[in-house]
């Protein structure tokens, strides 16, 4: 059969030299070291190539510790290679698979550092924080911003509450500004919220940074915003339940007003915030508002409202 006469030849020959393209792609010399591998693949590797690096970085970087005794020549060599993984988060579109890599990576470099020296310990938490932000900057798959943000809390139990000072918080409040994307703002939210979890920040430093901006997050014109704020309410109410006149004053208005937004979602995520926090309440303030606002819910609930 002449595969040229009905143009299935020209094409099996196109799909041919197209694989040999792909293999190609694949192929790297076996003369390079682990190191040079590493980054060439990050440069120019497909993306199942790179996210297998950055998912492996620790083993990397655990074999260069282990054969090389000048620890500080180790530590230029994997600023240049981090560089170049982190190269790889920055910007909007990243295939899932390398965002994928670099979560798990992110997760291994964090538990291989707990079994280093203090101050090797201390230049890769430096790393893993780049990544973890990194993997934040942009808009990304709930399944990716899930994973980071468990590695981030991991992280901040591990870090001085200084060092989350002047690094994570001007991140989370520069994500909450109001040019940034709705997506971004919801990221600052969460990171927000975490924070006032470890309880790293007193009160007064709080409420001078980000309580004011926060409750403005609560009347974002994104629903994404609002619902996110909701879920962090709780938290921040616990952070700053030696003023309970801050609860009963600024947070209370904002949930009893997002319990009746006009999107579902975000009266969900109300309700959701409201019985998680009910314990911080004045009891006035449950009696009154709370347990009236409950009632008439299950009552509409009922009624397939």
Known sequence: M??????????EAKNARNTDVDLEKYIIDENLNNHDRARLLLKQ?????????????????????????D????TIRLGVLFEAAKAQLAKAKVDFEILQGAASGSTNLLEFSRGLEDDDAKIMLVH???????????????SIVV???GTLEELISVKNAEDVR??????????????????????GCRVLGLLCRKRLLAVA??????????????????????????LQLDPIARSVSERPELIENSILPEL????????????????????????TMPLHVVETKMLPFFRSACSNFGKGV
Do not use: Y
Not at 2 to 11: A, N, Q, S, V
Not at 128 to 142: K, P
Not at 172 to 186: L, N, V
């Open 2 to 11: 002449d595969w040229d006469d009905d143009g299935k030849g020209k094409g």
């Open 45 to 69: 590797g497909v993306p199942v190539q790179r996210a297998a690096v950055l998912r492996g970085l620790h083993r990397l970087i655990a074999e260069e510790m282990s054969t090389t005794a």
């Open 71 to 74: 620890h500080s020549e180790v």
């Open 128 to 142: 893993v924080q780049n990544f973890i932000l990194s993997l934040l900057s942009f808009e990304r798959a709930e």
């Open 147 to 149: 994973s980071a943000m």
């Open 166 to 187: 002047t690094t994570i918080l001007p991140f989370a409040m520069a994500r909450i500004s109001m040019h940034m994307s709705a997506d971004s703002r919801a990221i």
């Open 205 to 230: 430093e709080l409420e001078s940074t980000f309580f004011a901006p926060c409750m403005q997050l609560c009347q974002d014109t994104s629903d994404k915003v609002r619902a996110t704020m909701c």
């Open 256 to 279: 009893l007003e997002l319990l009746e937004d006009e999107q579902v979602s975000v009266r969900q995520a109300a309700l959701e915030g409201a019985v998680e926090m009910i314990d």
